[in-house]
C-alpha cells in the first residue's frame, strides 16, 4: 500500500483532498473562512481579521448578518490552502443565482461573491447569489427532495424549499409513555415526535448526526415584534441565541466599532 | 529556532545480534482505522492499551518512559509528556486501535519520523524510539512540540484525527502548518514559528496570537483534517 | 432486505404494512410517507421478564415499533452502522448498539451469566454494559452501531480469540464466552481496574469488533 504524497502541482484546485479536507486555490483572490479551519498551506496567504480597515467594503458587500466578526478571517493571496473541520465530513456546494441556507455551524468558508445573510429560521444563515462554499457534515451529506420530514438534529440546510415547518407526531406524543413524559418531563425528546417538515420544490440535506456541531453564534436580530427570536418572547426553539453570547448587544457595538 | 535531540536505543535492539534471527511483524491495515500485526515470535511496541483483539498467544509488557531509554524517560518528567507503552510479543495476529483514529503507516529505510506523542499508535520493536524536543515558542503556548522519533529500519503506524494529508516540502514548495493540525514529519526539513492572522483591527482583539509552523528542506509533513485544541494555532 | 446502506453512518428502511421494524428511539433522521413511531413500553418483544431484567440489568434501552408504508432513514450519533443478516442463526448483541432490526427477529434478552458460567457473570460488569445482552434469532437483518466501524474476527476451535471488552460489539454462532487475561496484561493495566480482562471467545463463529474502546 502507498500513501498518496501531495504537493502544489498535485493538489486540486477547489476541490476535495479527500473526503474530509478541502483545498482552496487562491490566485490573488479572497475567501471568507471561519477561524480555526484552515489546517495547512502553500505559497503567500495572508489571514486578517474581518475588521480589519482595507477590508471594510468586503464585509459591507459580503456579511449582512451581524455575525460575530472575530470568529471568521480573510484569507488572501496566491496558493493552495488545506480547510478541514474536525474530521467530519467536507463539501463544497456551487450556487449559481441561487440560496441555500445551511446551519450555521456547519459552514466553513465562502467566496465573497455570496452574500451571506442570517435565516428567519434561527440557527441557520444562507448564502445568496453566485459562487462556492463549503460546509461540513457529520457523515455524507444525504440530498433528498420533499415532501420528507427531518429530524432537526439530522438537518444541514435546505436549498429553495418555500416552507419549512414544524411537525409535532400526536400519536407518539399522546401515548402512554409520551403523556408520562408530557407530565414528569422524564425521557426528553427525540425526533420522532417533533420533525422539520419540507413541501414544496427543492432539495434537502441531511446528515447522520443527533451530536451537533457547535452551533455557530448568529447575532441577534433586532428586537422587534414579529421577529423570531428577537423579541422579548424569548428564542422559540432554544437553538437561535445558543450560550456564548454574553451581553450581545454591547458585544456588537464594540466589534463593529459602533 | 533551537531544536535538540534525544535518541537513545531501546530494549530491543540492545541486542544488534538478535536482530538476525528476528522475523519481522507484518503491519497491515483492515479498513482505514484497525491495524492488524501479523507475529511469529517477534514484538510490537503500541500505545498502551490499544489492543482490541488477538488470537493465538500474547503477552504484554508494560515500557516505562516511551519505550526509549532512561535520558528519553527523564526528559519525558521535564517536559510533562505522558506516553506510556506496552510492549506485545507473541504468534497470531493482533489487531490495534484508538478510539476511531484513521491510521497511517510509515515505511523507515534508516530515516527519522518525528510524531506527535498523542499520534503515535505502533512501531516494530526493532525502531529506536525517542523524544525530541522543538521550539521554545510552541512550549510556552502549551502546544507541545515535544514529538516522538523513530528511527531506524521498519514499519510504523500513526493515528489522525480524520485521514492524514501527505504533503511534500521542496525547495520551491515550502509548507505552512496550522499547529492542530500537525501529526508527524520526516525528511531533512527545518521548522519555524510565524504570526497567523493579523488582527490589527478596529476591534483590538481576537484569539490571542495565533502562529504557525513553517517547515522548509526536503521531506513530508503529515496533517490532519481536524485541530487538536491549542492555546494559539486560531487560524 | 429491509436496510440499504446510504452511507457508512446512515441505514434506509422500507416500511410497508404488515412489515413492522424494531428501532432505538430517537434514531429516526427522516421519513417521507405515512409511518408512525410508537414507543414501546416493553422494550420490543421480549415480555415481561425481558423487561425485568432490563431493569435489573440497568440496560434499559428504549425501542419503537415503526410501522406503516414509507421510507425512513436511521442514523445516531454519527457513529457507524453496520448491517448484518441473519439466516436462521443468533446474534448476540449488546442492547444500546442496536440501531434499527426487522421485526420478523425474535428478540430476548440473555443472561450472561447462564453461558459463561461465573467469569461470565463478571464480563457484565467489566464491559459496563450489563449482565443481560439481546439475542436476535431468526431471518431478516440488524444494524448495529459502533465507534469507527467493525471488523469482524472469524473464530475457529483452533483459533480462540480475544477481545477487549469495551471493544467487543456483538457475535454470532456456536461461541462460548469467558473472561481471561493474557500473559503480563493484568501487571500492565493495574489488575483492580476491569479491564484486566479479556473477553475470551472460543468455538465456530464470528465476533463484530469495533475500532475503538469507547462504549457507545
Known amino acids: 500500500m502507498s500513501t498518496v504524497h501531495h504537493d502544489p502541482a498535485t493538489l486540486p484546485a477547489d476541490d476535495n483532498v479527500n473526503a474530509y479536507t478541502f483545498c482552496v486555490e487562491l490566485k490573488g483572490s479572497q475567501w471568507f473562512l471561519q477561524k480555526g479551519k484552515m489546517i495547512a498551506y502553500y505559497g503567500t496567504i495572508d489571514f486578517n481579521g474581518i475588521g480589519h480597515g482595507r477590508l471594510d467594503r468586503l464585509v459591507r458587500t459580503s456579511f449582512h448578518s451581524p455575525l460575530h466578526a472575530s470568529d471568521w478571517v480573510v484569507a488572501e493571496g496566491s496558493g493552495k490552502m488545506l480547510l478541514a473541520d474536525r474530521a467530519f465530513d467536507v463539501n463544497s456546494y456551487d450556487l449559481e443565482e441561487g440560496n441555500l441556507t445551511i446551519r450555521s455551524g456547519n459552514l466553513l468558508a465562502f467566496q465573497p461573491s455570496l452574500a451571506l445573510k442570517q435565516s428567519i429560521v434561527p440557527g441557520f444563515l444562507t448564502l445568496i447569489g453566485t459562487g462556492k462554499f463549503v460546509a461540513a457534515s457529520n457523515g455524507p451529506v444525504v440530498f433528498v427532495e420533499p415532501p420528507i420530514r427531518v429530524d432537526p438534529q439530522a438537518l444541514v440546510g435546505w436549498a429553495d424549499c418555500p416552507s419549512p415547518c414544524h411537525h409535532y407526531d400526536h400519536g407518539y406524543m399522546t401515548g402512554l409513555l409520551g403523556g408520562l413524559r408530557a407530565m414528569t418531563g422524564l425521557g426528553g425528546a427525540s425526533g420522532e415526535e417533533h420533525q422539520f417538515e419540507f413541501v414544496g420544490a427543492g432539495t434537502v440535506l441531511l446528515q447522520s448526526s443527533e451530536a451537533l456541531m457547535a452551533e455557530q453564534a448568529v447575532g441577534t436580530p433586532p428586537q422587534q415584534a414579529g421577529v423570531p427570536g428577537g423579541g422579548a418572547s424569548g428564542a422559540p426553539t432554544g437553538r437561535s441565541g445558543a450560550p456564548g453570547l454574553p451581553g450581545q448587544l454591547g458585544d456588537l457595538q464594540r466589534r463593529f466599532g459602533l | ?235 | 432486505m429491509a436496510f440499504q446502506e446510504i452511507n457508512s453512518k446512515m441505514v434506509q428502511a422500507t416500511v410497508a404494512p404488515g412489515q413492522r421494524l424494531f428501532s432505538q428511539r430517537g434514531a429516526m433522521l427522516a421519513y417521507r410517507g405515512e409511518v408512525s413511531f410508537t414507543p414501546n413500553l416493553r422494550g420490543g418483544q421480549g415480555g415481561v421478564m425481558s423487561m425485568i431484567g432490563r431493569r435489573v440489568a440497568n440496560e434499559d434501552t428504549p425501542l419503537m415499533t415503526v410501522e406503516g408504508s414509507g421510507t425512513v432513514f436511521f442514523g445516531h450519533g454519527g457513529h457507524h452502522v453496520q448491517v448484518i443478516n441473519l439466516s436462521g442463526d443468533t446474534l448476540y448483541v449488546e442492547a444500546d448498539r442496536l440501531l434499527a432490526f426487522e421485526g420478523t427477529l425474535e428478540q430476548s434478552t440473555v443472561f450472561l451469566g447462564s453461558q459463561g458460567g461465573v467469569m461470565g457473570m463478571v464480563r457484565g460488569q467489566v464491559s459496563g454494559q450489563g449482565l443481560f445482552t439481546t439475542s436476535l434469532k431468526g431471518h431478516g437483518s440488524v444494524a448495529v452501531m459502533a465507534h469507527g466501524g467493525v471488523f469482524e474476527v472469524p473464530i475457529t476451535p483452533q483459533r480462540p480469540v480475544r477481545v477487549d471488552p469495551q471493544a467487543y460489539v456483538a457475535h454470532h454462532g456456536d461461541v462460548r464466552n469467558k473472561l481471561s487475561t493474557a500473559l503480563g496484561w493484568r501487571d500492565m493495566v493495574g489488575r483492580g481496574s476491569g479491564e484486566a480482562f479479556q473477553l475470551e471467545l472460543s468455538g465456530s463463529g464470528t465476533v463484530f469488533v469495533q475500532a475503538s474502546e469507547e462504549k457507545l
Open chain 2, 1 to 235: 529556532m533551537d531544536s535538540g535531540s534525544v535518541s537513545t536505543r531501546g530494549p530491543c535492539s540492545v541486542h544488534p545480534w538478535r536482530g538476525y534471527f528476528r522475523s519481522v511483524a507484518m503491519f497491515r491495515l483492515q479498513g482505514s482505522k484497525v491495524l492488524a500485526v501479523d507475529m511469529t515470535q517477534d514484538a510490537v511496541k503500541a500505545k498502551n492499551g490499544s489492543m482490541v483483539a488477538y488470537d493465538g498467544e500474547m503477552a504484554f509488557k508494560k515500557l516505562s518512559g516511551g519505550g526509549e531509554g532512561l535520558r528519553g524517560m527523564v526528559t519525558r518528567r521535564i517536559t510533562g509528556e505522558q506516553m506510556t507503552v506496552m510492549e506485545v510479543r507473541g504468534q497470531g495476529t493482533c489487531w490495534f486501535a484508538d478510539r476511531a483514529s484513521e491510521i497511517t503507516l510509515v515505511g523507515l529505510q534508516g530515516d527519522k519520523l518525528y510524531v506527535e506523542s498523542s499520534n503515535f499508535l505502533a512501531a516494530d520493536a526493532g525502531l529506536r524510539t525517542g523524544t525530541s524536543f522543538t521550539g521554545t515558542r510552541g512550549a510556552s503556548q502549551g502546544n507541545g512540540l515535544f514529538t516522538t522519533t523513530i528511527e531506524g529500519h521498519g514499519q510504523a503506524a500513526i493515528m489522525s484525527d480524520g485521514p492524514a494529508v501527505v504533503l511534500r516540502v521542496s525547495a520551491q514548495y515550502p509548507l505552512t502548518v496550522d499547529p492542530g493540525a500537525y501529526v508527524a514529519h520526516q525528511g531533512n526539513l527545518r521548522q519555524s514559528f510565524q504570526s497567523g492572522v493579523t488582527f490589527r483591527t478596529l476591534f483590538g482583539e481576537g484569539g490571542g496570537e495565533a502562529f504557525q509552523i513553517r517547515f522548509e528542506g526536503d521531506g513530508l509533513v503529515y496533517v490532519q483534517p481536524s485541530e487538536r485544541n491549542t492555546i494559539a494555532g486560531d487560524v
